[in-house]
């Protein structure tokens, strides 16, 4: 269990450490809204958590492994270069939150006698269908009953498990509790970050969503435990496909006026917007506080402490990048440091994005705002910062830069005038050179799995750093997202393109995204304003008619690199076609060959291994483990 910090309207906290949670410490007002203070924060053991993060990236269509901390990437790649099994598996932070759906029964339980409102107990139930859904979608079936009945609070250790089918956890752990929280939680949150009615409607349809996907199963994927797809409530896909571009509509149309879309996508994740209107969820950190960061402020800290490193993984070794101090001298400068600083941050190269995302996915990079507010393509000169004192430093073809100059820019397209030299070359990194360009280049081909555009949108914020480099090793002080408003527009699109009928057909709504997607209010890599709005050249570039391809394609350039794509697929049963390929170069410096990869994805591998530690912990026959398992592992 976590330690639970209980702040009293003094000026010191007051601090009671529990081993364990009980009913009668559940019947005050204190053990509820300190129980509900612990969901929350379970949310760092997952969201930002750059293990978990690497697995659910590798595999997909966004991604592939990284040349130094690829090994989770590996492992889920399914390129024939890892092996995802119950011991490797960077899942088992999912699992992990068993202890909080047990916190979240206790709280809905015994909560009642603690003279709290009901509104405060509806948090704890949508915890509950929160940590269910994300067990469900990852593992299949799972236990409802933690040792003292079906969706009891359990405070005796048990030692024997059995899973439910998926229908039961849906329909008897999920609908029920997210349906009860849009009754009684408020329009507007509690307080900053609580979950609201907007929140829980979001979870309910996008739960709808899913389970409708489950029941048609229109590749016929294996479900496990085995059951037969067919739903306890004698619904089939095309209801649950309806409630779920109802629900979501609804959302959309009588939401309180804190939430909503942002104007320009920049802003949805520009570090000085955190908490922004359209973060409807997240795990949260701060820089004022080890403690209320959940990890050191300005240090790694333990390994154990929940903190958000994520965004490292997708960020290469930019920091190897070099210049000189003289023309034509010794290139042994580093010109651009490891800074605290979006787009920048700590390098560690286990995530690469595929060529076909850079490619394809994000083909329109002159009207479309999201790949130039995602990506950071452009590294510029901060080596004043770091300790290097020259005004100017002497970059590609001898030319001098600055600070704030280019140093190495990743091209949206290829010139035809890159020449690249052998191995790391002057520049340290492989990257290549144009006539006249004091840059060093990488063409989008040329893009490899030691050098890429790092993950702008969830690189570090700071406002501490002065004129140093800041504390560019400590973990990230930033909100993770975990929830935003414009998923509602895509819940009812997808709905929609399986049949749901509304005012707004699947176009009408992706329209709205792809709208804002045309606005412009900032060049982030250029580091300009840039005031332009392309709205109608994007709407007017939507198909007549979209289908499931088209939704994914949005949704992966509205939310590339944020640890869900591998939802995406699985729900939609197009993850081994989707990512049954991709292209991109080698481990090398100067490596600039694309190949071509081939990935073998099961139909098992639809779920996740239960974690070996689960199995180990059990006291239970051979036999009875195994059959806990999910097959293929």
């Excluded at 280049?441 to 140093?468: A, E, M």
């Excluded at 076609?577 to 481990?587: D, H, L, P």
Aim: charged content about 15%.
């Amino acid at each position: 269990m976590l330690t639970l910090f209980l702040v009293s309207c003094s000026d010191l906290l007051e601090e009671t450490p529990r081993s364990i949670y009980t009913p009668q410490y559940f019947k005050t007002a204190q053990g509820v809204t300190g129980g509900i203070t612990s969901l929350y924060a379970h949310l760092r053991n997952i969201y930002g958590n750059g293990f978990y993060y690497s697995g659910m990236q590798g595999g997909t269509d966004e991604s592939t492994w990284g040349a130094v901390n690829g090994t989770d990437t590996k492992n889920a790649d399914y390129s024939g270069v890892g092996n995802l099994s119950s011991q490797n598996n960077p899942f088992a932070a999912i699992w992990g939150i068993f202890p909080n759906v047990n916190t979240a029964s206790g709280i809905i339980e015994n909560g009642q006698d603690a003279g709290v409102s009901t509104a405060l107990i509806a948090e704890a139930r949508f915890f509950r269908a929160f940590d269910y859904f994300l067990l469900v979608q990852t593992f299949g079936g799972v236990p409802l009953d933690l040792g003292a009945g079906e969706l009891k609070f359990n405070t005796s250790a048990v030692r024997f498990s059995v899973r439910n089918t998926v229908p039961e956890v849906y329909t008897k752990g999920i609908f029920p509790d997210l349906l009860q929280a849009v009754t009684d939680l408020p329009a507007k949150s509690r307080l900053t970050g609580t979950v609201n009615k907007t929140v829980a409607q979001l979870f309910l349809a996008k739960a709808y969503l899913t389970y409708a996907w489950w029941l048609e199963n229109p590749k016929g994927i294996p479900t496990y435990p085995e059951a037969t797809r067919t739903d306890p409530d004698a619904h089939n896909a095309a209801y649950y496909y309806q409630q779920a571009y109802d629900i979501a509509t609804a959302a959309i149309n009588a939401h309180d006026a804190s939430m909503g879309l942002e104007t320009y996508f920049y802003d949805i994740n520009v570090g000085s917007n955190d908490r922004g209107k359209e973060l409807l969820l997240y795990a949260d950190h701060t820089q004022a506080s080890d403690l209320y960061n959940g990890s050191p402020v300005n240090e790694f800290g333990p390994a154990s402490s929940p903190g958000s490193f994520a965004s490292w993984y997708a960020t290469s070794n930019y920091t190897e990048v070099r210049s000189s101090t003289t023309p034509g001298g010794t290139y042994g400068t580093s010109s651009v440091q490891r800074e605290a600083a979006q787009g920048a941050g700590r390098p560690f190269t286990g995530v690469a994005p595929v060529h076909e995302a850079i490619l394809n996915t994000f083909a329109d990079k002159t009207n479309d705002s999201r790949y130039d507010g995602t990506f950071a393509t452009v590294f510029r000169g901060n080596w004043q910062r770091g300790g290097v004192a020259n005004t100017v430093l002497y970059n590609a073809n001898n030319l001098p830069v600055a600070m704030g100059d280019p140093i190495l820019t990743f091209l949206f397209t290829d010139p035809g005038t890159v020449t690249y030299t052998s191995g790391a070359g002057l520049s340290g990194v492989g990257a290549g050179t144009i006539p006249g360009r004091a840059d060093w280049v990488i063409t989008p081909t040329g893009i490899s799995r030691i050098y890429f555009p790092c993950l702008w949108k969830l690189g570090p914020y700071r406002t501490d750093n002065g004129t140093s480099l800041g504390q560019a090793s400590a973990r990230l002080t930033r909100p993770f997202p975990v929830a935003k408003f414009s998923e509602l527009y895509f819940v009812a699109a997808e709905a929609a393109v399986k049949g749901a009928t509304g005012s707004q057909s699947a176009r009408d709504l992706i329209n709205v995204i792809r709208a804002r997607a045309g606005k412009w209010r900032f060049d982030n890599n250029n580091n300009v304003a840039k005031a332009a709005d392309n709205s109608a050249s994007m709407t007017a570039a939507t198909p007549a008619v979209i289908d499931i391809n088209y939704v994914l394609d949005e949704r992966s350039r509205e939310y590339y690199g944020e640890g869900v794509r591998w939802f995406d697929l699985v729900r939609t049963q197009t993850w081994n076609t989707r990512a049954a390929s991709f292209t991109i170069s080698g481990v090398a410096k100067g490596d600039h060959t694309p190949v071509k990869y081939n990935r073998t994805i099961p139909p098992t591998a639809y779920l996740r291994p239960i974690p070996q530690s689960q199995l180990d912990g059990m006291e239970m026959t051979a036999e009875q483990k195994t059959a806990y398992s999910n097959p293929g592992y």
